[in-house]
């Protein structure tokens, strides 16, 4: 059988590039290519500014109840295709099939829903001014552009073409080069749901193609996700046209578990909050600040449940729970990570090394791994690994606490477990994190705005607010009385 070869999606369809260049994709669980992919060229580029200037053109003139219907069209056939697309996820990512089939597409499609309804009901302002009055517009930016990460490749490009096709926006997706098959299906879903050709675009391809997004003029704002690092690049080269631009990025998040807490639910929000998607989320809360006086019956529990309850193998397979990193290179990134945390002194509680399962045998796993007796200067306890390798630290002081946790430069989540409720809100307000959660952790329904403080990011995505990211107000004053002119 061959290997297929896609090409980028532009005004429609699928369009050859003249260059030729492909890159391949591989199965992280098998290490086999599974498909390549045509580079967007610089032809490919302009095809798609072209298109999506032609698509803008008849979607921004279209009512928004219009929009919304077709809108709604394609999640319905986002959620009638959920495991086609949740199997497009699991051979792109590694992730367990037990994840995707209920989260990833379901998530996206949760989040195009609810700007769908959104859209209708956005409205402008009228007010008085004497006998004159002004009122005002929400319009559409123009053509927006997405770059995404690859640990959740459809749901992110749900989450920000959601809300920019809502508001009449035409817009061009990049997905990350290792995973880019779900932008495609995506692509395919909304032209068959009656999207005109040229709304949503989508150009395959590495940074030289997120390169190109972010520098090009006929393109109004950038909404990234990625690495705080490749976030500031982004940001500078945007700087460069002005552009609008919403940062989604990295984390080191802290998770405090006070002596009133229920241990067990505090655990569990500990195990989702680093070895779901294989420790591959931003919001992970890879710090763990538990108060001394529940930290053996805490580290006791975590050691067993990570133990015997965590399942890696063949994410296909739906008994497994553990799915396979993204890359041989993150994995040995990851790895490294492991050798630091050894070699500057902490504890391995358990995992620490690869796992090669038999039913995956030449997937790029790490075990689940916890370090104790780790220290806030650690180098595994500063930096995003992005792998699941969770830090557990201890406390006995609540303000102390606080302190350490916001001793960072991140501030993307946080979290709290406590039975006091006003120990709860006391606390959680002065954490400085955008997405909190107080007895629980991760989840992140489409009406809530999700954010990062500090160098996680720059504005938010989901809920309401996200609505008015993708719009601008044009405010229009009307004179009802005669000009006064000292000419
Ligand atoms: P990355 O920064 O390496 O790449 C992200 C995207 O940017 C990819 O599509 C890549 O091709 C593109 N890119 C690379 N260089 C570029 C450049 N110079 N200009 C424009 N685009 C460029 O990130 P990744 O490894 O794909 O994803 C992991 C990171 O994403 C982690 O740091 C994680 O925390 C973060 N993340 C954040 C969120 C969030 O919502 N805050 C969600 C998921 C992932």
Redesign the pocket.
């Known amino acids: 059988m061959t290997t297929p070869v896609y090409q980028n999606f532009i005004n429609g369809h699928f369009l050859k590039n003249q260059s030729g260049e492909t890159f391949a994709v591989k199965n992280p669980a098998t290490d086999d290519v599974i498909y390549y992919v045509e580079v967007a060229d610089a032809f490919i580029q302009n095809a798609a500014i072209q298109s999506a200037k032609q698509g803008f053109a008849a979607w921004s003139t279209m009512s928004p109840i219009e929009r919304s219907r077709i809108l709604l069209k394609a999640v319905a056939l986002l959620r009638e295709r959920n495991d086609l697309l949740a199997k497009i996820e699991v051979l792109d990512t590694g992730k367990p099939w037990q994840e995707a089939e209920c989260v990833d597409v379901q998530t996206g499609a949760d989040v195009i829903e609810y700007f769908a309804g959104l859209a209708p009901a956005q409205v402008g302002q009228q007010q008085m001014v004497g006998e004159d009055f002004y009122y005002t517009r929400k319009e559409p930016l123009g053509i927006c552009a997405g770059?995404?990460?690859?640990?959740?490749p459809l749901q992110?490009a749900c989450w920000k073409s959601g809300p920019a096709l809502a508001a009449g926006n035409a817009f061009i997706f990049?997905?990350?080069?290792?995973t880019p098959l779900g932008a495609i299906k995506l692509a395919e879903i909304f032209i068959e749901a009656g999207v005109p050709a040229g709304v949503f675009n989508v150009v395959q391809g590495?940074?030289e193609v997120?390169?190109w997004?972010?520098q090009s003029a006929d393109i109004e704002k950038v909404s990234?996700?990625?690495?705080?690092g490749?976030g500031k690049?982004?940001v500078a080269?945007a700087a460069g046209s002005l552009k609008d631009v919403t940062m989604?990025?990295?984390?080191k998040s802290p998770l405090l578990v006070f002596d009133d807490a229920d241990i067990s639910q505090a655990v569990s929000a500990a195990m989702l909050g680093n070895f779901y998607t294989q420790g591959e989320i931003?919001t992970n809360c890879t710090r763990i600040y538990v108060h001394k006086n529940v930290y053996q019956q805490f580290i006791d529990e975590l050691k067993t449940r990570t133990e015997e309850n965590i399942i890696a193998g063949d994410p296909l397979d739906p008994n497994v729970n553990f799915g396979a990193l993204i890359s041989k290179k993150h994995q040995q990134l990851v790895m490294s990570y492991i050798d630091k945390g050894i070699s500057e002194g902490a504890t391995l509680l358990t995992g620490g090394k690869t796992l090669s399962p038999a039913s995956a045998p030449n997937g790029y796993f790490v075990a689940p791994t916890v370090f104790i007796d780790c220290t806030d200067d650690m180098t595994i306890v500063k930096e995003?690994i992005?792998g699941p390798v969770m830090s557990v630290l201890t406390f006995d002081d609540e303000d102390d606490v606080i302190h350490r946790a916001n001793d960072t430069h991140l501030g993307?989540a946080a979290g709290v477990f406590t039975k006091d409720i006003k120990r709860a809100h006391r606390v959680i307000h002065q954490l400085q994190a955008g997405i909190c959660w107080i007895n629980s952790y991760g989840n992140s329904p489409a009406e809530m705005p999700?954010g990062?403080y500090k160098q996680?990011?720059i504005g938010r995505?989901n809920g309401i607010e996200t609505l008015d990211h993708y719009t601008q107000t044009k405010s229009i004053y009307v004179g009802m009385t005669n000009i006064e002119s000292p000419f």
């Open positions: 770059i995404g990460a690859w640990n959740y992110i990049k997905p990350s080069e290792e590495a940074a997120g390169q997004l972010t990234f996700t990625g690495e705080v490749t690049k982004v080269s989604e990025l990295g984390g931003c995003e992005f993307l999700v990062g996680s990011g995505e």
